[in-house]
């Protein structure tokens, strides 16, 4: 059984740094584009970041600069790294997978992903 498993989540203060995990299980993903995800209280789910198979990445607007995504495809794991972090960054961030081809355009719109983890909590204080 497929399944991807988040951690690195807590309550840190602004302007504080956080790195999220995600390790895949159940199959390898080393061929597939991953992606984090964010879900605010009372907001739809909305794009973060991703990385190709190959280690191009990708980035919202809102959290370019601050946020880092990488792989490592040995350990099956992606992991974000998210620095000057800001109260409107608190939000349930969820690891993905996309199906093998699809574009980091398609998986940006939350489409064409294969898996989900369980998603760990974020919280930022002022």
């Known amino acids: 059984q497929v399944q991807l498993v988040e951690s690195g989540g807590g309550l840190v203060q602004a302007g504080g740094s956080l790195r999220l995990s995600c390790v895949a299980s159940?199959?390898?993903?080393?061929?597939?584009?991953m992606g984090w995800f964010r879900q605010a209280p009372g907001k739809e789910r909305e794009f973060v970041a991703a990385?190709?198979?190959?280690?191009?990445?990708y980035y919202a607007d809102s959290v370019k600069g601050r946020f880092t995504i990488s792989r490592d495809n040995a350990k099956n794991k992606v992991y974000l790294q998210m620095n000057s972090l800001r109260r409107e960054d608190t939000a349930v961030y969820y690891c993905?997978?996309?199906?093998?081809?699809?574009?980091?355009?398609?998986?940006?719109?939350?489409?064409?992903?294969?898996?989900w983890g369980q998603g760990t909590l974020v919280t930022v204080s002022s």
């Open positions: 159940g199959r390898t993903f080393n061929n597939n584009n």
């Open positions: 993905a997978a996309a199906h093998l081809g699809i574009t980091i355009a398609t998986m940006t719109g939350g489409n064409g992903l294969d898996a």
């Open positions: 990385i190709t198979w190959n280690s191009n990445t």
